[in-house]
């Protein structure tokens, strides 16, 4: 099976700009999760959806957003960069059919966001 | 509030000697712990979890992890480093509540294996 895989791999943005990655599950994945990693604060978990539904969401100011797709792709849309949003932003998917399963999340590679 | 704790930043052994990798949580309920490698420019890796069960959990790689339920701990372990083994290593417990999950990360521990 493919693993998850995140799109682009790469970006480099200005203050102000908005941006938008894209993340591809595993096949037969519905869950969908994304997670922010910086230096200073390690992994931090931004949101989840599952069916085309946020789930859950972490302490991140509304300019995080996402969406989930039917076939259960996930982008994530950042508006009016800042600099401090430069980080590697994690996409994991898992079977995760309920909210108390026990299933895994595999990651992906990463999108690294570089805001000038 | 629920918490995962890596007290070392990082670990420094040489090749062929065991390895332990430290973890602390703090959770409501029982634990749902996960531990994940990352390498340079890379995402995460699953090495191994503890649902429930045995409290040795074995794991890729040649991996296991020792659940601790009077210490709190979860620390992995390897019999026999490998330089190949370095890397940046992340302990995680599963949060959920009515609406969804999350994983909760420490902070991460640098492992070095010295040839």
């Known amino acids: 099976k493919a693993g998850v895989t995140q799109t682009p791999r790469y970006l480099i943005k200005t203050r102000g700009q908005q941006v938008t990655l894209s993340c591809s599950p595993i096949s037969g994945h519905r869950s969908v999760s994304w997670y922010q990693q910086t230096p200073g604060q390690g992994l931090q978990f931004l949101f989840e959806?599952?069916?085309?539904?946020?789930?859950n969401k972490g302490n991140f100011p509304g300019r995080f957003s996402g969406r989930q797709f039917s076939n259960s792709r996930s982008e994530m849309n950042v508006s009016t960069l800042e600099l401090g949003d430069s980080a590697l932003y994690l996409c994991?998917?898992?079977?995760?059919?309920?909210?108390?399963?026990?299933?895994?999340?595999?990651f992906g590679p990463g999108t690294r966001l570089t805001v000038l | 509030a629920q918490s995962v704790a890596q007290p070392e930043d990082q670990v420094n052994v040489a090749e062929g000697n065991p390895l332990t990798v430290k973890c602390t949580y703090s959770?409501?309920?029982?634990?749902?712990l996960f531990w994940y490698v990352q390498y340079p420019n890379r995402g995460l890796q699953f090495l191994l979890k503890?649902?429930?069960?045995?409290?040795l959990v074995k794991g890729s790689y040649g991996f296991e992890a020792e659940f601790n339920k009077s210490q709190t701990s979860f620390h992995l372990k390897k019999p026999s480093a490998l330089v190949s083994d370095s890397a940046l290593y992340f302990c995680?417990?599963?949060?959920?509540?009515?609406?969804?999950?999350?994983?909760?990360f420490g902070k991460g521990t640098t492992l070095s294996v010295s040839s």
């Open positions: 995680a417990v599963r949060v959920t509540n009515q609406a969804g999950t999350a994983l909760i």
């Open positions: 994991a998917s898992s079977l995760a059919g309920t909210p108390t399963s026990t299933d895994t999340q595999y």
């Open positions: 503890y649902i429930t069960g045995d409290n």
């Open positions: 959806y599952f069916s085309e539904t946020q789930r």
């Open positions: 959770v409501s309920g029982n634990p749902y």
